[in-house]
Nanobody, 115 residues
Framework: QVQLVESGGGLVQPGGSLRLSCATS????????MGWYRRAPGEQRELVAQ???????NYADSVKGRFTISRDNAKNTVYLQMNSLKPEDTAVYYC?????????WGQGTQVTVSS
């Protein structure tokens, strides 16, 4: 029943911006902890940003000051605004919804930062 669908990925130049969206089923974003993870080629998946149901946020050190996670409960959507993008941000980005033992993932969206 829980579905997560990412969109907004693409090819951007270094220093550019991109906004990812994660559309969810039901009222997931209002009660689950929502997060964005990424996996670069040859590397492990890492947490990029996280937002709780009471709107506490957490960011990887590598993206602090550049990325912003937000949620729109009315639209059941979570966003990741990415500014000042760097080539090392290139990865597949995944949306995640977590609540206790419940853990759901989207299919991912590719972000490529290159000249």
């Amino acid at each position: 029943q829980v579905q997560l669908v990412e969109s907004g990925g693409g090819l951007v130049q270094p220093g550019g911006s991109l906004r990812l969206s994660c559309a969810t089923s039901g009222s997931i974003v209002s009660i689950y902890t929502m997060g964005w993870y990424r996996r670069a080629p040859g590397e492990q998946r890492e947490l990029v940003a996280q937002i709780t149901s009471n709107r506490f946020t957490n960011y990887a050190d590598s993206v602090k000051g550049r990325f912003t996670i937000s949620r729109d409960n009315a639209k059941n959507t979570v966003y990741l605004q990415m500014n000042s993008l760097k080539p090392e941000d290139t990865a597949v980005y995944y949306c995640n919804a977590k609540l206790s033992v419940l853990d759901y993932w989207g299919q991912g969206t590719q972000v490529t930062v290159s000249s």
